[in-house]
């Protein structure tokens, strides 16, 4: 069962996931271009760095088993605001704890952040689903290539940012920022919830 909607509205929500696929993309890479920084910060080895990543991958594995059940009981909006906020809170933790220089406190971050993206990688790709079944048209290509297109830009501002001495908690600051600005407003158009029962 679905409900009906206009044609506006459903290029809204084709307009709306097109953006949370770009963001996310974007938050990816310009996060992986400033991991040699975090290994400057809390003078880390190599194998020191790829344990405290890890730890949002370890996230990001434990939230995606629980995803499809978030997204059938609130919806794929719900569920963005909620893994974008976290996200984007996450993202704010990981920026204190390097000014603070606490590898402890970098890697809980890490893990909420993984937790926050595994969730919206889900939530984001049931809608695109949802839209592309009532265009009837393949656009879910448009999706994936807003991701690729979102990570290399934030490949750009993360090595611009490097470049020009940005530190990196300011620069995660700013992205927590548009995540969470991004994540609030463009579920707005999404396409209505239909609850499980």
Not at 30 to 50: C, F, K, N, Y
Not at 77 to 106: C, H, K, M, Y
Request: a neutral charge; one cysteine or more; charged letters at 10%.
């Amino acid at each position: 069962m679905s409900i009906a909607v206009s044609s506006q509205k459903l290029n809204a929500a084709a307009a709306a996931t097109f953006l949370v696929f770009g963001v996310n993309g974007l938050v990816f890479a310009s996060w992986a271009a400033r991991i040699p920084a975090v290994t400057d910060i809390l003078h880390l080895t190599s194998g020191q760095m790829g344990t405290l990543l890890l730890c949002t991958a370890i996230g990001s594995l434990l939230a995606l088993p629980t995803a499809g059940g978030v997204v059938g009981r609130i919806g794929t909006a719900n569920t963005l605001r909620a893994s974008g906020l976290l996200a984007a809170l996450a993202g704010i933790g990981v920026a204190l704890s390097l000014t603070a220089e606490s590898i402890p406190g970098t890697a809980v971050a890490l893990f909420f952040f993984g937790v926050g993206i595994g969730l919206w990688d889900v939530s984001q790709n049931i809608e695109g689903a949802d839209v592309e079944h009532r265009l009837k048209r393949t656009i879910m290509p448009q999706f994936h290539a807003a991701f690729s297109g979102g990570a290399f830009a934030g490949a750009l501002i993360g090595a611009g940012l490097s470049n020009m001495g940005v530190g990196l908690p300011l620069h995660l600051l700013v992205i927590a920022g548009v995540v969470a600005v991004s994540t609030m407003l463009a579920p707005r158009y999404f396409l209505p919830h239909i609850p499980a029962e």
